[in-house]
């Protein structure tokens, strides 16, 4: 499959997937079904959408699933004296909040930025690649990549061995397309950072690809083990932490079943 028809199926599939979505089509079917007297498909929807709400909504589900995929690598307990290189993904920049701002606006995952400035002050030489281009499907000229170099600009910070890699839309692309700009050479010790349930997915590509990276988790989002009830009573918070990671179980299956880890 293409990298673009992959790219378009993605964000449509996921669009009908997450489940404050899924929740809403299934009440414009149920809807639909009474008003037409099709009261068993009617009771069968709302069904459905409640189930959905109780268990995305109410339960820990979404947390639980978080802290599976965050516990799939830990932070590096000791790093090695020399690094050549340093990879961070895109998805700390909210792009449409910079164009709206005139300058670059941070997502919940700028702790990815903040790591690699760190890691790039302990390790100079190191080559530090930003790789984002941008994953919407409209609004889409602005990227993760021109904004970081905007923000290390307004910063003072001298990127004259940073690479920006702006034409990734996915974690697929963002490993590929960074592989094949940086060229690392056999024995080259690389760090790889993005959020810890974001992890599992970009590290199999990297393996599948035979790119040694450590990985360096951050962003950390579950409460950091399994629960039976939710820290907080919050249905849009546990909304989008299931949304999370559901967004990430279901991509890393399309990418095992597309062979891309």
């Given at each position: 499959m293409g990298y673009s028809v992959f790219f378009y199926l993605s964000k449509i599939g996921w669009a009908l997937l997450a489940p404050a979505n899924l929740v809403a089509v299934l009440l414009c079917v149920w809807l639909l079904a009474k008003g037409?007297?099709?009261?068993?498909?009617?009771?069968?929807t709302l069904g459905c959408a409640a189930a959905i709400f109780l268990l995305c909504g109410f339960l820990p589900t979404g947390q639980n699933a978080l802290y599976y995929l965050e516990s799939q690598y830990k932070q590096p307990s000791a790093i090695p004296g020399k690094i050549d290189g340093i990879l961070v993904l895109g998805g700390a920049v909210d792009?449409?909040?910079?164009?709206?701002?005139?300058?670059?606006?941070?997502?919940?995952?700028?702790?990815?930025?903040?790591?690699?400035?760190?890691?790039?002050r302990y390790f100079p030489k190191a080559k530090l690649v930003f790789s984002g281009g941008?994953?919407?499907?409209?609004?889409?000229?602005?990227?993760?990549?021109?904004d970081m170099k905007i923000f290390l600009k307004n910063m003072g910070y001298e990127d004259f061995n940073v690479i920006y890699e702006d034409r990734s839309r996915n974690t697929?692309?963002?490993?590929?397309?960074?592989?094949?700009?940086?060229?690392?050479?056999?024995?080259?010790?690389?760090?790889?950072i993005t959020s810890a349930f974001h992890m599992p997915r970009a590290?199999?590509?990297?393996?599948?690809?035979?790119?040694?990276?450590?990985p360096y988790p951050v962003d950390y989002r579950s409460d950091g083990g399994y629960v039976l009830l939710p820290s907080k009573f919050d249905t849009l918070d546990n909304l989008r932490s299931s949304q999370i990671a559901l967004r990430e179980m279901v991509g890393l299956a399309a990418y095992k079943l597309t062979g891309k880890n």
């Amino acid at each position: 499959m293409g990298y673009s028809v992959f790219f378009y199926l993605s964000k449509i599939g996921w669009a009908l997937l997450a489940p404050a979505n899924l929740v809403a089509v299934l009440l414009c079917v149920w809807l639909l079904a009474k008003g037409f007297e099709a009261f068993r498909l009617a009771r069968f929807t709302l069904g459905c959408a409640a189930a959905i709400f109780l268990l995305c909504g109410f339960l820990p589900t979404g947390q639980n699933a978080l802290y599976y995929l965050e516990s799939q690598y830990k932070q590096p307990s000791a790093i090695p004296g020399k690094i050549d290189g340093i990879l961070v993904l895109g998805g700390a920049v909210d792009t449409q909040g910079s164009i709206i701002s005139g300058r670059p606006e941070f997502t919940d995952a700028v702790d990815r930025v903040l790591l690699a400035v760190e890691l790039a002050r302990y390790f100079p030489k190191a080559k530090l690649v930003f790789s984002g281009g941008s994953g919407n499907l409209v609004n889409n000229k602005r990227t993760d990549s021109i904004d970081m170099k905007i923000f290390l600009k307004n910063m003072g910070y001298e990127d004259f061995n940073v690479i920006y890699e702006d034409r990734s839309r996915n974690t697929y692309e963002n490993i590929i397309n960074s592989y094949s700009t940086v060229t690392p050479k056999k024995g080259e010790t690389w760090i790889l950072i993005t959020s810890a349930f974001h992890m599992p997915r970009a590290m199999a590509v990297a393996e599948k690809l035979g790119w040694g990276l450590i990985p360096y988790p951050v962003d950390y989002r579950s409460d950091g083990g399994y629960v039976l009830l939710p820290s907080k009573f919050d249905t849009l918070d546990n909304l989008r932490s299931s949304q999370i990671a559901l967004r990430e179980m279901v991509g890393l299956a399309a990418y095992k079943l597309t062979g891309k880890n």
